[in-house]
Structure formats: structure tokens, C-alpha cells
């Protein structure tokens, strides 16, 4: 490889899911996809003429390979006449669609898999069709940013549509609050606006996320009130929600997707005045019963969640959860100082029961509160844990 490289002035490569070799342009080859002594080079063409025969083979069954030079004007031409290969391979930017229009027209797979499909060719030769890996992506998932393809499709881990990733916007967006009062002055709900981060001017249009486009988490400084809410958007673009606060200090945790951005998360403090009384810790079982196992728990690092679902009278497991909104699960998992919030969902897409997983990314050491959320027979249930994360 390092010879060919040298030779040919090609550098060299990992090509993803191929292999190691070198690149000129747009070609590659590649040294590591299988032993050479397991090669069958019997009635093979030679290299140079292996090109065309695969183009030609290409174009009988309607596939036009873009790069229409021979072999013979490639920077790799000359340099290993009597070279031995096993196959050649061609990428594409929609795997499935080529791969049923070759077979459509008589193409015989040897193998196919998610990324690649090998076709008997004749003449002793094999054409590859690859998937394309080397291009930028344009889409990602809004609940998991990290999963990203150059193409349309689904998430992997939650099965949400691929989105068009947006282009960067400098600044955060923000929130204002306004608080809404009765006729006793004690606050019966909430008015609240989204501001763009460059302009802040008022958002209006935002992205369905898991069956609403605003998910808000009211969690008391002390961490002992929660409650996780979906204020109702007005005619104007602002969001209005009717729900009662007791006196104190309070963190609004909001999460939504503006409609050509990327999923926010934005926290918001305020202060509800009165005579404050101490409020209850928020754990509504509805007559589940929860236990939680916690691994890998370092900063830094996707920590491993799992909690099991039992009946509170009969200690039976249960697995007849039902979906909420649009999960089998939701988790709200904040700092002790309210620094740091992540609104989780199960890796698992789809269960009933007993158990559901969540892998978060643990941003540092400390205590931590958890809330997690399921329903059953129509009831959700809510179910408070604690966990102390040390470096």
C-alpha cells in the first residue's frame, strides 16, 4: 500500500466502512478487505479492461457510472499490469434503490448487507455497489443530535423522521415569562415567549417532538416539586399554560425544537412571592412500584440506567406499559444546583415492560435527582431517585 502510494502520488486512507488504501481523486484502492491466497482470479479480465467490463455491466442494466474515464487514464494505470484483485466497486448515494433496479434487471446478489451488495458480473468478474460514506452529513434526529446521515430516514435509537440539519445560529434562544395571577394575586399559570438568539424576535413555528412542540419541566430549587407540562401556543405564537404555583423558587426547564434549528433546552429561574409552606417531594406511584440500577456512572460518559416495573400489591412485574407521549418512558435527570438538565427517553422503542434502559452522558460529578415518567391503564405515574456521581 505505502509503495502504491508513493508511486502514484495518492494518499493514504480509511475509507469508512471499507478499509484501509489510497485515494487519487475520486478512486480507491483498497488492501484489506479479504486474504489475497483466498482470491479466485481464474477467467478474470485483466485489471485495466476489469473497469469497462464492470461499466458496460453497469449500463446493460440502466446504471450509468458518472466517472466515464477508462481505467487506463486513472493515476493507478500501469502500475500493476498483472495485478491480482477481487472485485470492483462503484458508491451511491442511494444504496436500496440501485440495489432493486440491478436486481429488476437480472442482477444475481452473492452477498448484500445494510452497506454494500456484491453482483456476479460474469466473465469471471464481481461488481460492488457501496453505499456512500464519504459525504457531508444533512440530517439528524431532534431528540438524539448525534445521530446523523446524508440522507433521509429514521433514528435508530427512538425511530423519530431525520431532519434537515440547520445552519448555525450564534447566541442562545431565551425565554420570557410572565407570570399570570388570580383575583388572591397567587399565580394560576404561566405566559411564555421564545426569543431567536440574533434578532429576538418572537419563534412561532417549531417541530412536533415526541407528540407536542413544547415540553416544560417546573422543578422547585429545592428539588422537591416537578411537574412536566405542555403549554398550549396562542394565535400570536406565544404559549399560554394554566397551572398553579405555591409560592417559591422555581427552575423552568424547556425543551423544543424551532422549526429550522437545532433542539433546545433552555432553563429560565423565577420566583413566585407569597407565604411559602413546604412542598411535598413528587412521587405519585399510581400503584407502580420502581427500582433503579446505575452503572458506569464517571463524568463524561454514558452512564447505564435501568429500572424495573413491579405492581405495588402484587410484586409482579409489569409489562403492560403503555406508550407516553410517544415514549415508553420519559426522564428528567438535573443537577443538585440545577446546572445541568437532560430530558431523556429509553433506548428500548418499544416495551412494555418490565425494564427500561437509558444511557445519559453524566456532564459532571455531584448529586443528581432523577424523575421518571410512565403510564399504565391511562395513569401517569411519577418516581423520584436520587444519585451521587464522584470523579
Known sequence: MND???????VRVIAPGLGVGVRAGREYVLFDRLDASTVEHAGQPPLAEA????RRWLADRG??????APLSASPFAGNWPDARYDHIAFVTADLRALDERIAQAGGKALRRSEDAVLFDAGHGLSVEIVRDADRDDAFWCPMHPDVRSPDAGTCHLCGMNLVPIPPPKIGEYRIDVTQLRGSRQSVTGLQLAVREPDTGALVTKY???HERIFHLFVVSR???????????????GLFQLAHALPPGEYML????????????????AIIVSGQRQALPVADESNGLRVRMTADDLAPGRHAQLTFTVEDAATGKAVTDLQPYLGAPAHL???????SDAIHGHPEERQTGGPTVSFHPIIPAEGAYRIWIQFQRAGR???????LTVAR
Open 4 to 10: 502504491v502510494a508513493r508511486r502514484t502520488g495518492a
Open 51 to 54: 473497469y469497462d467490463v464492470a
Open 63 to 68: 446504471v450509468q457510472v458518472e466517472l466515464g
Open 207 to 209: 417541530a412536533l417532538v
Open 222 to 236: 429545592d428539588l422537591r416539586y416537578f411537574a412536566h407540562l405542555h403549554p398550549d401556543q396562542q394565535a400570536g
Open 253 to 268: 426547564i424547556a425543551d423544543f425544537l424551532p422549526e429550522g434549528a437545532a433542539p433546545q433546552m433552555v432553563q429560565k
Open 332 to 338: 428528567l435527570m438535573v443537577r443538585g444546583d440545577l
Open 380 to 386: 401517569v405515574s411519577t418516581h423520584v431517585f436520587d
